[in-house]
């Protein structure tokens, strides 16, 4: 059964820098689109980031030229290198994988907390 494992939440200053990874088992990372989400206490949950499994990327105006989305495929791995960080970027970040080359199938990280403070 596919799952999938996220780290690299934490706390960080203002302006600073974080990378989240997510990571799936299972071979059927390399035709999956992967997105990240976050959710924000009081807010409803939001994409934020999308890769394609041939590498297009898209992203939230609110995080688009501070954030970047990178896969590796050899490591059936989907990154998020969050730079600029504000308190407003405070959430639980979530990865999200949908697979349709043989069915639909979409799976949820468990969420990993971020958290941007002086």
């Known amino acids: 059964q596919v799952q999938l494992v996220e780290s690299g939440g934490g706390l960080v200053q203002p302006g600073g820098t974080l990378r989240l990874s997510c990571t799936a088992s299972?071979?059927?990372?390399?035709?999956?689109?992967m997105k990240w989400y976050r959710q924000a206490p009081g807010r409803q949950r939001e994409a934020i980031a999308v890769?394609?499994?041939?590498?297009?990327?898209n992203y939230a105006d609110s995080v688009k030229g501070r954030f970047t989305i990178s896969r590796d495929n050899a490591k059936n791995t989907v990154h998020l290198q969050m730079h600029s960080l504000k308190p407003e970027d405070t959430a639980v970040y979530y990865c999200?994988?949908?697979?349709?080359?043989?069915?639909?199938?979409?799976?949820w990280g468990q969420g990993t907390q971020v958290t941007v403070s002086s």
């Open positions: 999200n994988l949908v697979d349709t080359s043989r069915y639909y199938l979409e799976l």
């Open positions: 890769i394609t499994s041939g590498g297009t990327t």
């Open positions: 299972g071979s059927i990372f390399i035709t999956s689109t």
